[in-house]
């Protein structure tokens, strides 16, 4: 009969593989264990930097201005490490291009540095950005910073992007490194008002 992880776990302590420290029951020890397994979570995957980064964006959550053309875009998430803590305060810079596909390399339209709130949360407001000839496909840099953990260079990808044809896990590019990268895209349902909304968390690996 195969073990439950809970009676694994009390086996190991009896048997001496895992040793508890003065004070510390079993039974703690057990459910401590158990919550922290739970709450664990996978790092997220690195991506390339990119020519286009640039340092000193401004700390500004509204990346687009009125009248901007494009799909207006919403994005939130939180910023954890792999032992799934919250890190408040951590430093997240995020570049793209606009919806022409075109980066500011003069000054800082479609930049911004945000610092993560009290539980690890972020959001900004920009649009869905423009696909360019030295990239497949649409996507969003992230350069994200904490102390006591090592800097995460990523991007996020949509799902709404044609290279993708409906289905990222089944029509992947290898523009796009993996697909836990690629996000659902949630429109409005204000067709006057269309706009879309996207989560993207990022986790970060510990020194």
């Given amino acids: ?9 009390y086996k190991c302590i009896a048997l001496g593989v895992v040793k508890l420290g003065v004070g510390l029951s079993p ?4 459910e401590a ?3 922290a397994e739970k709450m664990a979570r996978q790092a997220t995957p690195i991506d390339q930097l990119g020519p286009f980064y640039k340092k000193g964006a401004p700390n500004t959550v509204v990346l687009r201005s009125a009248g901007d053309p494009g799909l207006a875009l919403a994005v939130a998430g ?9 890190l408040p305060g951590a430093k997240i810079e995020i570049w793209q291009t606009n919806s022409l596909g075109h980066y500011d390399l003069s000054g800082y339209r479609y930049r911004a540095t945000l610092l993560a709130g009290a539980k690890g949360a972020y959001d900004f407001q920009s649009v869905i950005p423009g696909h360019y000839p030295a990239r497949v496909c649409q996507h969003i840099h992230f350069l994200v910073s904490a102390p006591g953990h ?12 044609p290279v993708f044809k409906g289905d990222p896990a089944k029509n ?11 996000r659902p895209i949630l429109l ?20």
């Fill in 188 to 207: 409005t349902d204000q067709p006057e008002t269309m706009s879309a909304r996207a989560t993207f968390e990022l986790v970060m690996e510990t020194l």
């Fill in 172 to 182: 992947p590019n290898d523009d796009c490194p993996s697909v836990e990268l690629v």
């Fill in 78 to 86: 939180a910023v954890y490490n792999t032992r799934g803590e919250e």
């Fill in 33 to 35: 264990w158990l919550r």
């Fill in 150 to 161: 090592k800097p995460l260079v990523t991007q996020m990808y949509f799902g709404s992007d």
């Fill in 27 to 30: 039974g703690l020890a057990v």
């Fill in 1 to 9: 009969m195969e073990l439950s992880r809970r009676d694994l776990l």
